[in-house]
């Protein structure tokens, strides 16, 4: 659907009252530092924080000079407060601008009215004023799935007790919002903010000790607890009223259209072993148990307090024959339950019901807990939930006994919300992926085949006789036996993998495992080598009727340039395999792709890498659809723009018109996580958007769609060649361009901060961009000020595309106003650039010990910052950076004269902890290398951005 303009997307808040709680909350900061630090070392932040407020005004390089001999002349520990000052003013400054845009949200709901462009109010609005019918409407939502899938990649830096300090500051925040508060009464609530905020003073926001995977998958269940367990059904709640505003109620006072529970989650915490060797078989066991553990333990939570609410009394009301049915087939337990009591509640029946009901969870819960511990726990059969669908029978029971004697609007309440939960969330929690490297399964399937068949050398053989080798052993209905001791240690761990997930299917449920991912497939043989190693393990294969079965759910990753543009090949040639097509459809005939925007920028740059992936998942969507076959997008975002971010509505938007389907799944990564789902007001709003989007993006389902102009797909197509080529010219074809960016960025020191548990190179002591992950390459140029992956050779592709020819500039123009995707590649774009400062930079660049190689690369740099920021206003008509972003634009000319500090500081620290190292006595003592650490920590919440 095209995109209007509509400023009422920013919700532009009232800057005068955000100014004034930032306010509020620098001056309590500063209190707390004067009270427990000391007066010199408040003095040292003011004289700073001044400084580079004045320097932001009007630049003086002598003042600049004066400011960077007196940061020279501090000690380590003066630095490592200032450091965390800042660190820690611009945590506030976060919680502020987020708690005040609730607050906006939430003043426009009370006015009345359509609410903000992305709301689902505004949504429903447009799809009933355009004639979509209730039916068309109801159609389009069964078929919705909306999949966040949370990472563990190493770009969070605040620690889980750092962002439970922060959400009771928030709420603290929150409470002096409050309408008629006396004098007293705010001098109270603000009095207890700044206890909060000392409480965060405090608390070190730096890890001591690197995460261990297990710390990193309690890291993500913390936003369960924290925000999506309420949250999700309050999103459900607002779908809902909006329907009901626009499409009305039936006579019961549901929305006329129905709204199914589609929100769901994955996580790779756990089961993503690709470049971890931490990840093991038994990690993802507990991963999965863990993840159980706690959404038993909500359930659990929930129905304790649901025996207070349905209070009814049988004398005052009838409820349904096949409720009282269910109470009587719980008779068998009804002595465990209740013990000497055996008639407990009797006339009330809901209570009573729901004591059985937390019986049977305890157990199962119980049961769970017990294999945590090591045990080897059955699941009670009788005593126990063996599924969430019999503990969502039970509770539909109750919820439609209500109903049929008038008490819905009751059940609308407490019980709805739980059985939402349940809907969404089962007994797994979320969809655990297992992701692995293609060559490690490679290697297994050759050491397994040469057990079986020694003449023949599996990896020497091409693809076509791989295919068929492959595609003989998986149609036979017998296999050799495979002697275990045989195999080595790494082929076993391969093997037992498989073995890990049939038992948790069996244990958890069947969802509780997501899909297997393969990352750098390069050939259909990857994915048919999977399939060879699940058959090993039962998760394939023939039935006793000899009918395929297949409990294994497999998508490939295309990750570079390259692997896109081949991505069509392999797709034939696996979707035109008879036997894979077989197991296929016995799975459920759904395809699953993945695609990587992570490697494939790092790899080609921001123009090639969004195009690519544009053009890759057409492909994708009409081979499927040519075989037949449904397919699933995965889109493996990062949280950076370099790495696939931006705002997800937009980007659901953003995606080739008829390949979203209604459904979409992409990867939560690093900062993301927490700026979203640290607060459930936060979590509402953003599951809103992004579900939103995805009913935008699927309107041609219900005959809202649109086509791309041929000749704008032509425009981008050299554009992304233009793109690619300056991008490439600078990262492959400078000489010593990554040894400029390994001394000039803070990449290698990154490596030492203690926020994940991934090594942050695929080969140590290998300086190549081939060796370099693409989390750790977007975060060493953002701590540099220099973003260069989210948009280095924009500016050259547009500049060399429209020449001086006034009707290709207004092309580009035509593109910005109407058509989604490039809109968001420049919108996107210009928020890097506002985030990049070349003065800064050129700060950094002076790290470089070659200065002839510093100038030239820097030169080039800047040279491109200045064109791609020139063009980029052209043609999107703008006189400045983010004019159409008031919100952003305001929030960054806030932080930057507290940036411009840290940057200059953290410049200092690289300087002294390298010529310590240089000397060889660096690992003894090195006083500079924990304020350097807390600098990247601080200019990360700073720039809100890792990588």
Known sequence: ???????????????????????????????????????????????????????????????????????????????????????????????????????????????????????????????????????????????????????????????????????????????????????????????????????????????????????????????????????????????????????????????????????????????????????????????????????????????????????????????????????????????????????????????????????????????????????????????????????????????????????????????????????????????????????????????????????????????????????????????????????????????????????????????????????????ASHVMEVMLLARLAGLCGRTDQDEPFCHVRISPLFETIEDLRHVESVLEHLLGNAVYRALLRASGNLQEVMLGYSDSCKDGGILASAWNLYQAQQRIIAISGAHEVECRLFHGRGGTIGRGGGPTHESILAQPPGTVQARIKFTEQGEVLSYKYSNTETAIYELSMGTTGLIKASGGLVGLGSQDRTADLEAMDTLAQQGEKAYRALTDRTRGVLDYFYEVTPVEEIGQLNIGSRPSHRRKADRSKASIRAIPWVFGWAQARHTVPAWYGLGSALRQWRGDDPGRLEQLRQMYREWPFFRALLSNSQMSLAKADMEIAEEYARLCHDRVLAERVFGLIREEYLRTVEEVLIVSSKDSLLDDNPVLALSLMRRNPYLDPLNHIQIILLRRHRALQGTGNGEVDDPWLSPLLRSINAIAAAMRNTG
């Open 1 to 523: 659907m095209p995109t209007t303009k509509d400023t009422s997307r920013f919700l532009v808040p009232r800057d005068r009252e955000l100014r004034a709680r930032v306010k509020l909350f620098g001056n309590l900061l500063g209190n707390i530092i004067r009270r427990l630090e000391g007066e010199a070392v408040l003095q040292a932040v003011e004289t700073l924080r001044k400084g580079f407020v004045a320097l932001r005004k009007k630049d003086n390089p002598d003042k600049r000079e004066r400011l960077m001999r007196y940061i020279d002349a501090l000690d380590p520990k003066t630095l490592e407060t200032i450091i965390r000052a800042f660190s820690i003013y611009f945590s506030l400054v976060n919680l502020a601008e987020e708690e005040y845009l609730h607050r906006e949200r939430r003043r426009q709901v009370t006015e009345g009215g359509p609410l903000w462009l992305g709301s689902f109010d505004h949504t429903i609005r447009v799809f009933h004023g355009r004639g979509v019918p209730p039916q068309a409407l109801e159609g389009l939502l069964g078929r919705l799935e909306y999949m966040p899938v949370f990472t563990a990649h190493p770009t969070e830096a605040r620690r889980r007790t750092v962002m439970e300090a922060q959400r009771r500051i928030f709420l603290a925040a929150e409470r002096l919002d409050m309408p008629r508060l006396g004098r007293e009464e705010r001098e109270e609530l603000t009095r207890q903010l700044e206890v909060q905020i000392q409480i965060l003073w405090r608390t070190n926001e730096v890890r001591v000790k690197k995460p261990q995977v297990q710390d990193e998958i309690k890291y993500g269940l913390f936003y369960y607890v924290e925000s999506l367990f309420d949250a999700v059904p309050h999103t459900y709640r607002l779908l809902e009223k909006a329907i009901r505003r626009s499409y009305g109620s039936d006579e019961h006072g549901n929305p006329a259209v129905r709204v199914p529970s589609f929100l769901r989650f994955g996580s790779w915490i756990g089961g993503d072993r690709d470049g971890n060797p931490y990840v093991t078989p038994a990690i993802t066991e507990m991963a999965c148990r863990l993840a159980m553990e706690q959404v038993l333990s909500e359930y659990l939570r929930r129905v304790h307090t649901l025996r207070f609410v349905l209070t009814h009394s049988l004398l005052m009301c009838r409820p349904t024959e096949a409720f009282m049915q269910s109470l009587k087939e719980d008779e068998n337990i009804s002595r465990a339950v209740f013990k000497d009591l055996p008639d407990k509640m009797e006339s009330e029946p809901y209570r009573r019901k729901l004591y059985i009901i937390r019986y049977r969870l305890r157990e199962t819960l119980d049961t769970v807990r017990r294999r945590l511990a090591g045990e080897t726990a059955v699941t009670p059969t009788h005593a126990a939930y063996g599924s969430s669908q019999a503990l969502l029978r039970d509770l539909t029971l109750i919820r439609d006994s209500l109903i049929s004697h008038g008490d819905g609007n009751a059940a609308r309440g407490e019980l709805t919300d739980l059985i939402r939960l349940v809907e969404t969330f089962g007994f797994h929690l979320h969809h655990l992926d297992v992701r692995q490297e293609s060559t490690v399964h490679t290697t297994a399937v050759t050491e397994i085949l040469a057990l079986w068949e020694p003449d023949i050398d599996y990896g020497q053989q091409d693809e076509v006789s791989r295919l068929r080798r492959l595609s003989e052993l998986l149609d036979r209905e017998q296999w050799p036996d495979l002697p275990r001791d045989s195999l080595s240690e790494a082929t076993r761990e391969t093997l037992e993998v498989f073995h890990v997930i049939a038992r948790m299917r069996a244990e958890v449920g069947p969802e509780g495992i997501g899909t297997y991912v393969i990352s750098m497939t390069h050939a």
